[in-house]
């Protein structure tokens, strides 16, 4: 299912993810942690329901994330994006996600 999302928005889905599966952590136990469905969790990792700013800020609380730390990061994936978005394979949401986690595991 192709993503009517910007790449700056599946950028923080795939982290969020990304940060999920690395942590050992199911999407039924995060579904639990917020009093939602599994369902939630996967239609928001999925693409088919968007998170709006408070549960994004949950979600990466639950995820031992702090939420400052990344939007401060971000910028920097999101500007990488912007400047490939006529190269599909110059440098994509996962791999963003993948470069954010380790920064972030440096801070």
């Given at each position: 299912m192709a993503s009517i999302?910007?790449?700056?928005y599946q950028l923080v889905i795939a982290f969020l993810k990304t940060t999920?599966?690395?942590r050992g952590i199911t999407q039924s136990q995060?579904?639990?942690?917020?009093?939602r469905p599994q369902s939630f969790i996967a239609k928001v990792e999925n693409g088919e329901r968007r998170l709006d700013i408070v549960e994004?800020?949950?979600?990466s609380q639950l995820l031992g994330i702090e939420p400052g730390i990344m939007i401060k990061k971000f910028p920097l994936y999101t500007a990488r994006l912007t400047q490939c978005k006529n190269e599909p394979r110059c440098y994509q949401?996962?791999?963003a996600a993948n470069d954010a986690?380790?920064?972030?595991?440096?801070?």
């Open positions: 999302y910007s790449n700056e999920r599966i690395a995060l579904a639990d942690a917020l009093g994004s800020v949950h979600l949401p996962n791999e986690i380790s920064s972030l595991n440096h801070c």
